[in-house]
């Protein structure tokens, strides 16, 4: 066999070599020969074939070996996958190259380094298995790489014990899982150039959203130092979200910004037996993202671009999961991977399964992570703090067991797939852990900080990743449901149903449901759970002399340049979210309407609120925007609404002005919304009125010639027609949307709108709980209906049903 088969060039391989070069070569390959062109740089390198892979088990005669090693193996046994794993990889190790092999491969490695102008170069040796990253298995982290290694003598050590990673203990079990044959298998290693990303930042990018498999979006995840910190999960990596449809013209579509845990970064090593090193991260790095915005939208370009050229290869959508890195040098950004998404892109759109807790138990929190997918699960905590360990001393893990540990990865697969829940005191959730519990279906909760010490093994606790990003471990055993869904099996309805939306954090798994936008999305979510101070406080607290409350605040806006651009970026990037999920559909943003007994509990309200005695009917909405005592604070909500709207181009996004008890209230509220670039009409800028007092529909009339619509507030409006307090039990058998007053003030409504020639829709509770309720929205005209996500199926059917007789008759 001729030596030219045992090496290639990177530009040699394409999608169509996979036998010979491997998935992640053949990727490789296929980008630097179609993607340079459009400036993704791609470092180079070269291949050592399949069958040179092949050449040395033949040579050494390893073969029979390896099979019997195979064939000894309990599956079921851990201690007994793991005996046999160590003694094939010893058995490769153990074994010698042919001259022939080494010869050609050495002399590759001195064409590279001569290129560089370097006697020996820095490379990255990388394992690519002919399995690896096909369409139905991601195969992720099954083979090893091996970082910065320098010389000869070190680029035989790594590909040999690259060729022994074909049988890592995870590697075995996760083929035998996916039933693929160890002996049609063959790997091939690349030998490419290093990003120096120990000097600069490097990770992961997703061209989908990874728990909900939202499509418009790229998800990036990144850390400083090499990029297996990030893969490993050994750190909680900077996460950035942008949204794919407004990558293109002047917009900066960041839709979101979280800051990670950087604490430790991987460098080079400072001596030859040392290839990296893992150091802490500098205290002021730690507090900054890694990357800047123009990188950011330089990456998820790249990404948007790779998946198109990938799905266009292969005639349908293919989502990718790409490794990148920047070079600390150059600046320069780098693709050093890119993959198939083996998950989301095998689901079908049409079923839509959902996992939620049951209303109406306690729910004491333990501690709350990163959400590893969508599932719920309940079992009995299992500490362990080291795999070896627990299997040397022969602990058993039964399946069924809650996994609890510092950090996962793929090395635990065999105790993975037993596990009925994951949890973690460290990674992200793009790590390979994260990836393979995705993969074999296993709610992961990740980087929970103190899972190890806050969790007692044999304490039954149930891992809940079914409420958003944010993953949640209650205490004991509790209650919850799946409920599965075909959508093609929904009636088709004329009346527009949207969606009350509150969390950005579940409005990506929204988006697939039948809707026509959102009716409601409430500022007041974000406000407490992102941003989680008052925002007069944020503003005012360096003149307060309160140095407990200044302390809490300098920790909160950690890698922003200020309080301000804190509230305004988290509340933007909450509101977008919402607004990416289901543009171009219109989204309703609600401004905030908090109570000042809730604006008290905030950080910091104590110093800006007034004790009232009712507060439901004191200082709340319209009336606090134009207050002197709240005006700046509410420009820091129009500003933030400006940005979404303008930088980051969701003109989706139109807002709702709640609590407004009078006209001259609202042209109040619309100069000062002016004031700070807020104008109605301009780049089409709606705005609505919450029609939620009886002051709101006696004069609907007049309201109108300022607004572009209403949206009902059936809560409020049921309360202030009836003249009771809905927090009272004492009257809580009142309170009704369907009483005949309530339903008259509506009518009245929706008649007056009709005359005006605007929109009137609804958005409080009583259509997602009462469907004659909806039955009489629908028979009076509404505009719209908009419900909560849980209640959407009922709801089509109620419509459906209604719409059906008013056909009959």
Not at 113 to 142: H, I, K, M, N
Not at 398 to 412: C, E, H, K, R, S
Not at 419 to 442: F, L, Q, Y
Not at 749 to 772: M, N
Request: charged share 25%; proline share 4%; net charge negative.
């Amino acid at each position: 066999m001729s030596s030219s088969t045992y090496i290639l060039n990177l530009k040699q391989v394409g999608l169509d070599d996979i036998e010979i070069a491997g998935g992640k070569n053949a990727s490789l390959g296929e980008m630097i020969n179609n993607l340079s062109q459009l400036g993704i740089r791609i470092p180079g390198g070269f291949v050592i074939t399949v069958d040179a892979y092949r050449k040395f088990i033949e040579v050494n005669k390893l073969d029979q070996e390896i099979r019997r090693f195979i064939d000894s193996i309990d599956f079921n046994n851990v201690e007994s996958l793991r005996r046999a794993g160590l003694q094939i990889r010893q058995l490769i190790r153990n074994s010698k190259f042919p001259p022939e092999l080494s010869s050609v491969i050495i002399e590759q490695y001195r064409l590279l380094s001569s290129e560089y102008s370097q006697p020996d170069t820095d490379v990255a040796v990388r394992s690519s298995a002919t399995a690896e990253d096909l369409p139905d298995a991601s195969f992720a982290g099954q083979q090893e790489t091996y970082l910065n290694v320098r010389g000869p003598a070190a680029l035989m050590d790594s590909v040999r014990n690259c060729f022994a990673s074909l049988f890592t203990d995870r590697a075995i079990s996760y083929r035998h899982s996916f039933k693929y044959d160890h002996f049609r298998l063959g790997l091939s290693v690349c030998i490419q150039k290093m990003v120096r990303s120990d000097l600069g930042a490097s990770g992961v990018a997703f061209s989908l959203d990874t728990e909900s498999g939202f499509r418009d979006v790229v998800v990036i995840n990144g850390s400083y130092g090499l990029g297996e910190m990030v893969v490993q999960g050994a750190v909680s990596p900077d996460e950035f979200i942008v949204f794919k449809p407004r990558l293109k013209g002047q917009y900066k579509p960041i839709i979101e910004k979280k800051l990670g845990v950087k604490d430790k970064m991987m460098v080079y090593g400072d001596d030859p037996d040392e290839r990296v090193k893992v150091i802490s991260t500098d205290r002021s790095a730690q507090y900054r993202f890694c990357l800047s915005d123009d990188k950011v939208m330089e990456l998820a370009r790249w990404v948007v671009q790779i998946e198109e050229y990938y799905s266009n290869r292969k005639g349908k959508w293919c989502p990718m999961d790409v490794e990148w890195a920047v070079d600390g040098l150059s600046g320069l950004l780098f693709i050093v991977q890119a993959r198939p998404e083996t998950i989301h892109s095998r689901k079908s759109p049409n079923t839509i399964i959902s996992y939620s807790m049951k209303p109406g138990q306690a729910k004491p929190v333990l501690l709350k992570g990163i959400a590893v997918g969508d599932k719920i699960a309940c079992g009995q905590v299992n500490i362990m703090h080291s795999l070896d360990i627990r299997v040397a001393d022969a602990h058993g893990f039964n399946a069924g067991d809650v996994l609890v540990t510092d950090m996962t990865d793929p090395d635990w697969e065999p105790i993975m797939k037993k596990a009925s829940a994951i949890i973690t005191n460290k990674g992200g959730r793009t790590c390979h852990a994260a990836i393979v519990a995705r993969e074999m279906g296993v709610p992961a909760i990740v980087g929970c900080g103190k899972a190890t010490e806050l969790l007692i093994s044999g304490q039954t606790v149930t891992a809940s990743c079914g409420e958003g990003d944010e993953g949640i471990i209650y205490e004991g055993a509790l209650e919850y449901e799946k409920l599965e869904t075909r959508l093609d099996e929904l009636p088709r309805i004329d009346t527009p149903l949207m969606l009350n939306v509150g969390s950005p954090a579940m409005a990506f798994n929204y988006a697939h449901l039948p809707n026509k936008g959102v009716g409601l999305a409430r500022e007041e979510f974000i406000i407490n759970n992102y941003i989680q101070a008052h925002p007069m406080a944020l503003l005012k607290h360096q003149s307060l002399g309160d140095k407990e409350l200044s302390l809490a605040i300098t920790g909160m806006i950690r890698g922003y340049s200020n309080e301000e651009e804190y509230f305004i970026s988290k509340l933007g990037f909450g509101i977008a979210r919402i607004a990416a999920a289901f543009y171009p559909n219109k989204v309703i943003v609600r401004f905030s309407d908090f109570k000042s007994n809730e604006y008290f509990n905030l950080l910091g309200g104590k110093y800006f609120e007034p004790k009232e005695e009712n507060p439901m009917i004191g200082w709340r909405g319209a009336s606090r925007y134009y207050s002197p005592d709240y005006k700046e604070a509410f420009g820091l909500e129009c500003r933030a609404i400006k940005r979404v709207r303008e930088e980051m181009g969701l003109e989706n996004v139109v807002v709702m002005i709640p609590f407004c008890r009078t006209v001259t209230e609202l042209l109040k509220v619309k100069e000062v919304m002016k004031e700070f670039g807020l104008v109605q009409g301009e780049k089409g800028l709606e705005i609505y009125l919450m029609a939620e007092l009886p002051s709101n529909i006696i004069m609907a009339k007049e309201f109108a010639k300022h607004i572009d619509g209403f949206s009902i507030g059936s809560n409020d409006l049921t309360q202030l027609t009836l003249g009771l307090d809905r927090d009272s039990s004492l009257v809580a058998h009142i309170y009704d949307e369907r009483n005949e007053a309530v339903k008259t003030m509506i009518s009245m409504l929706i008649e007056t709108a009709k005359q005006a020639k605007v929109k009137v829709g609804i958005c409080g509770q009583g259509p997602s709980d009462f469907p004659d309720f909806t039955k009489f929205l629908v028979e009076n005209g509404i505009d719209s209906i908009s419900v909560t996500p849980d209640s959407v199926i009922k709801t089509v059917n109620a419509i459906h049903a209604v719409e059906r007789r008013s056909v009959a008759f």
